[in-house]
């Protein structure tokens, strides 16, 4: 779509009506870098200051709803947790997931919920959606200390578990979490400026998808029918390899994470070109 | 700095009329459903008519704008509700894209159509600087540079660590018009938000505007006030409906935007048959012009104008006397000038044939704001005949250059007083600071 003129013009800008879609403004996602970095620093600070307990409260939900799940799947329905204490092993799969959902739900309202400053200033608008998976990073940090917290605990109480080296994997897990969060949120904010419907999916989905990833149950339990769905899910790697990681117990091989980074990365890219699509007249049917 | 900096080519944006969609996901198939086998739309208002035509209903919020802005140049763009000004902004700043056309900028364009965009009630005012600031596109290095002129620009130095939500409406505003006024970028395309804050604060902002264009860079200002684009453009471009009407020095396009506008008309002719008469004088026609003779409809606060007034006598030695009456916008009448205010007003008898009466009102004499002109042509007396009166025939607008040598000076905002006559004033130093007066005697 470049405009040709006899005269070489030396435009810095120039509006096209359509843009290409190869064209992603990613050099202008980089300049925009410090908004990003505010946007992160709103999200924790602002949050900080509503509330009483502040971040206490991100140890609250994770532990609480660990807890649920020891009783109501650890002791009631007494699946199978590979031999773990069923407490770690959910909490584990907790940690992990919490942080996946988190940046699907809060990307995924990117346009709609911040429609109010997108009609009146003009910036890469995958800043937002960017920063809210970052900004999710801090909420998992927190989780994750309270998860090793507990890990601490259960060694020490003689517990039989090890932390192996895959727990250098854990920056690519978090990349793919937040890879795959950013890229489905942003699939789905994009559909949301036309079919608001889908926001009410959203939740209900995310809900799905944890029962067809092994968050409540071991890989090895998964037999027959439904197994391919649990094994074409990219986060099942993302879940088994952390708790391979820091309590040394899983059946799948950790090489399916390169699947997971496979999936992540094309999911990522459809998700940036419907986005750009989208984000040049949003502005009209929002 | 005359390069071109700005163009704009064929640009048309158009928006599609009713509901573009049903909202849902599953209202849209149950639509597109029903339309396949030919039945009527489910989401179809009862008793609204089915016109079948909602593919083609789309409103052209702009169509064909052509116009380029040269380096350093402040141009206004005007026009009345709905004529494409806010959509030409959302282009320009990239909220939303054309439909069609291109629009070429070279340099930093920053859009400030809100101030205060993305500002967080629950942080500080120190806090709320540096998130806005990232948000029209500074750096982080680029605020704290800027950061404490931009807070004594804003005047909250005291409250700056308090959270915004405690400001007042006034304080919440002039920080974020801080930010706004420091942002420097190479072109800046700006809307009404001079509308806000108080007189003091007003004439800062268009203080700190003029600099702006001062310092080589280039201005896109859209307002309804009129003062103030005459005040800060060189240029003007006037919309209405999505198109261009006119484009040009600021002067003459306001002179337009007010014929259109506010449907003002500086000049009436009849013909014979359809003139107001009362059998003895007939009306031929009216028009307010300037002192270059110029028929127009907008005037500069400062100089004289001209009513002038066509009509035919039809009898002889009968006495009469035609009057200019001037009312403003709320009816209320400024003055009644009858053309033969003198002792002898009573005998003034006319001939037969035509006439040219003018009455000249002074310059420096009325306020800013639309005035109506009620001609009345009365005496009579001898043949106890009915006047004629002709209410509202022409009407024309006043306003100030800002040139800064009008009553108002350089003060943009409100300015009290039913007239402004520039009066003579003598002022002179009585006693020196510190000095003592001279007494006689004693």
């Known amino acids: ?286 | 700095m005359s390069d071109t900096v700005i163009s704009i080519e064929n640009l048309s944006k158009s928006y599609q009329l009713g509901a573009i969609g049903t909202g849902t996901f599953y209202g849209d198939v149950k639509r597109w459903w029903a339309k396949l086998r030919g039945q009527p739309d489910p989401y179809q208002k009862i008793g609204e008519k089915d016109y079948k035509n909602r593919e083609g209903e789309t409103v052209w919020a702009l169509r064909d704008v052509d116009f380029s802005v040269r380096g350093g140049e402040a141009i206004g763009i005007i026009g009345r509700n709905g004529a494409g000004k806010s959509t030409l902004l959302k282009i320009l700043s990239r909220v939303t894209a054309p439909t069609s056309g291109v629009v070429k900028a070279r340099g930093r364009v920053a859009s400030l159509l809100e101030v205060g965009t993305g500002f967080h009630s629950e942080l500080t005012g120190r806090e709320n600087v540096f998130l806005n600031g990232a948000i029209m596109g500074m750096s982080h290095a680029e605020v704290r540079r800027k950061f404490d002129e931009i807070v004594d620009f804003s005047g909250v130095e005291k409250f700056i660590d308090t959270p915004v939500k405690r400001y007042s409406s006034g304080m919440y505003v002039r920080l974020a018009f801080a930010v706004a006024a420091h942002l420097e970028p190479e072109i800046l395309v700006v809307d009404e938000v001079l509308a806000v804050g108080d007189a003091e604060f007003q004439k800062k902002c268009l203080g700190k505007m003029g600099e702006v264009t001062q310092g080589g860079r280039t201005v896109l200002f859209v307002s309804h006030n009129m003062t103030a684009i005459s005040a800060l453009c060189d240029r003007a471009l006037l919309l209405d409906r999505g198109r261009t009407v006119a484009q040009g020095e600021v002067e003459s396009i306001l002179s337009t935007y007010f014929q259109m506008a506010l449907q003002i008309r500086p000049e009436v002719r009849w013909t014979e048959n359809t003139a107001p008469t009362n059998g003895i004088v007939r009306f031929a026609g009216i028009r307010a012009h300037d002192q270059q003779d110029e028929t127009k409809s907008a005037f500069d606060i400062r100089h004289p104008i001209a009513i002038e007034l066509d009509y035919e006598v039809l009898q002889p030695d009968i006495w009469f006397t035609p009057s200019v009456i001037l009312k403003d916008m709320n009816n209320v009448v400024i003055f009644n000038s009858p053309a033969d205010a003198h002792p002898n007003w009573d005998n003034a008898k006319k001939e037969t044939g035509t006439y040219h009466s003018t009455c000249w009102i002074p310059g420096n004499l009325l306020v800013e704001g639309t005035y109506s002109v009620r001609v009345v042509f009365w005496g009579f007396s001898r043949l106890s005949q009915k006047g004629i009166a002709m209410d509202d025939v022409i009407s024309l607008n006043i306003f100030d250059s800002m040139e800064g040598d009008s009553v108002r000076g350089k003060i943009t905002g409100a300015f009290s007083g039913v007239v402004r006559p520039k009066l003579e004033w003598i002022s002179e130093q009585v006693k020196p600071a510190g000095g003592r007066i001279e007494k006689n005697g004693t």
Do not use: C
């Open chain 1, 1 to 286: 779509m470049e405009l040709k003129t006899s005269n070489q013009e030396e435009w810095s800008l120039v509006i096209h009506p359509q843009r290409a879609w190869w064209d992603l403004h990613l050099g202008d996602l980089w300049r925009y870098r410090d908004l990003v970095w505010m946007f992160v620093w709103r999200d924790f600070v602002a949050y900080y200051k509503q509330t009483i307990l502040g971040p206490l409260w991100y140890l609250v939900q994770p532990i609480m709803t660990t807890g649920v799940f020891t009783i109501i799947f650890g002791n009631i329905a007494q699946l199978s947790t590979d031999g773990l204490p069923p407490f770690l092993f959910y909490l584990a799969g907790n940690t992990v997931w919490g942080y996946f959902s988190a940046s699907l739900t809060s990307t995924s309202t990117t346009f709609t919920s911040n429609a109010a400053i997108l009609g009146k200033v003009y910036f890469p608008r995958l800043a937002i959606p960017i920063s809210v998976v970052i900004s999710n990073i801090i909420s998992f940090a927190i989780r994750l200390g309270v998860f090793l917290g507990f890990l601490i605990y259960y060694v020490a109480v003689g517990v039989n578990v090890s932390i192996t080296w895959w727990a250098l994997s854990l920056p690519l897990l978090i990349l793919i979490m937040a890879g795959l969060g950013l890229g489905m949120g942003i699939i789905v904010s994009s559909l949301t400026t036309k079919y608001r419907d889908l926001q009410q999916l959203i939740g209900f989905g995310v809900q799905l998808m944890m029962y067809a990833t092994p968050v409540i149950y071991p890989i090895s339990t998964v037999q027959g029918n439904w197994q391919w769905l649990v094994l074409a899910n990219p986060m099942t790697p993302v879940v088994e390899v952390f708790r391979l990681a820091f309590l040394g117990v899983s059946s799948l091989s950790p090489l399916y994470l390169l699947y997971s980074l496979g999936a992540t990365l094309v999911i990522l890219m459809i998700g940036i070109l419907i986005f750009n699509r989208v984000e040049a007249t949003f502005m009209d049917t929002v």
